[in-house]
């Protein structure tokens, strides 16, 4: 079992910035790679950033890409989201989710195998 702790959500003003952490714990020997995902009320849950666990960044969607940054720490087996100029679209539940397949398409939730119980981020304009 894997489990998954995330904090630094909070609320902050439009062009502001947020670090969200996400801890693993467990079984996290056989990590493939770590995720973030956010889902805004009354939308889909939608993916955000991915990083193998051998340190390759999977591309960001259009609607992060240049403000929000994914990094880990593999020794603490934990992933950051540094997120800059933070918009009131960006304003959702971030969670984070880890997988053990590798080669996996990292854009799917189906390809994790753990999620967190998420963090909220609130952006006011």
């Known amino acids: 079992q894997v489990q998954l702790v995330e904090s630094g959500g909070g609320v902050v003003q439009a062009g502001g910035s947020l670090r969200l952490s996400c801890a693993a714990s467990g079984r996290t020997a056989s990590t493939s790679a770590m995720a973030w995902f956010r889902q805004a009320p009354g939308k889909e849950r939608e993916f955000v950033a991915a990083?193998?666990?051998?340190?390759?960044?999977?591309d960001y969607p259009d609607s992060v890409k240049g403000r929000f940054t994914m990094s880990r720490d593999n020794a603490k087996s934990t992933v950051y989201l540094q997120m800059n100029s933070l918009k009131p679209e960006d304003t959702a539940v971030y969670y984070c989710a880890l997988t053990y397949g590798i080669g996996s398409n990292y854009f799917l939730m189906r390809t994790y195998n753990y999620w967190g119980q998420g963090t909220q981020v609130t952006v006011s304009s």
């Open positions: 990083i193998t666990w051998s340190g390759r960044d999977i």
